[in-house]
């Protein structure tokens, strides 16, 4: 059995060890124990670091309003294709039906969800299902500013020199 250092030096001076020495070791080495047990549950639990900066993840298609609102019914496939851009999902059993799905994982754990599904007949738009939402203006539209006469922004000569 190996002895700690401090414990072969108190051995090797002291003929009879002292009883504080008897008590500490296998304490400390119980300790050590349950910190092996411990230690890697705790690493299992669904503890999370403070201030750790969760990424949004973005998945899918983007479709917005505006794209939605150009589709017109009798829009060939490529015309739709050049509109939205290629489908996430071309249903293999009907080759009728296109799926554009976007997926918003956000920091606090909520998940965003729209879906539009493209009907053809004929290899012609027929119609669509859509749950696309139309998203909030964060800042307003600014107003464009009027051009600058000439010369108005130019230095005067007394303050070049």
Not at 58 to 63: D, K, R, S
Not at 83 to 89: K, N, S
Request: aromatic share 10%; glycine share 4%; hydrophobic share 35%.
């Amino acid at each position: 059995m190996a002895y700690p250092l401090a414990l072969v030096y108190v051995m090797r001076y002291y003929p009879t060890p002292l009883p504080l020495m008897k008590v500490k070791y296998p304490k400390m080495r119980k300790t050590l124990a349950l910190l092996f047990v411990l230690l890697p549950l705790a690493a299992c639990s669904n503890l999370e670091f403070p201030g750790v900066y969760k990424l949004p993840i973005e998945q899918g298609n983007i479709v917005t309003e505006e794209m939605v609102q150009q589709l017109e019914p009798g829009m060939s496939t490529g015309q739709v294709e050049f509109v939205l851009g290629t489908p996430l999902i071309r249903d293999s059993f009907s080759s009728n039906r296109w799926d554009y799905v976007y997926v918003l994982r956000k920091p606090d754990d909520t998940v965003e969800k729209q879906r539009l599904t493209v009907y053809f007949d004929n290899g012609l738009l027929s119609h669509y299902e859509s749950t696309v939402v139309a998203k909030t203006e964060q800042n307003p539209p600014v107003e464009p500013l009027e051009p600058a006469e000439p010369g108005q922004f130019e230095p005067e000569e007394e303050q070049l020199q």
